[in-house]
């Protein structure tokens, strides 16, 4: 953040009570004021750049659908 915390506006943020207390939890294990962990995590979610959930190879994709489709056969056969 370039700017200082008095010079950007307020930003009311609602989120469940279960969503809260985890930010919460990340905030105290980080040293870090709730505000400050959800902006160091918004601004994470972007380092990679829009859109690098689908920057995911065809070969990979299909590898990945194929090992998951086999762990499930497998648990299917576990139980019998």
């Known amino acids: 953040m370039s700017e200082s915390p008095k010079q950007i506006p307020p930003f009311g943020l609602?989120?469940?009570?279960?969503?809260?207390?985890?930010?919460?939890?990340?905030?105290?294990?980080?040293?870090?004021?709730?505000?400050?962990?959800?902006?160091?995590?918004l601004e994470n979610s972007f380092v990679a750049g829009d859109g690098a959930v689908l920057d995911i190879d065809e070969e990979t994709v299909k590898r990945l659908i194929k090992q998951v489709i086999e762990l499930r056969e497998g648990d299917m056969r576990d139980r019998g």
């Open 14 to 41: 609602r989120m469940p009570p279960g969503l809260k207390e985890q930010v919460q939890r990340a905030a105290e294990a980080s040293n870090r004021s709730m505000n400050a962990e959800i902006v160091s995590r």
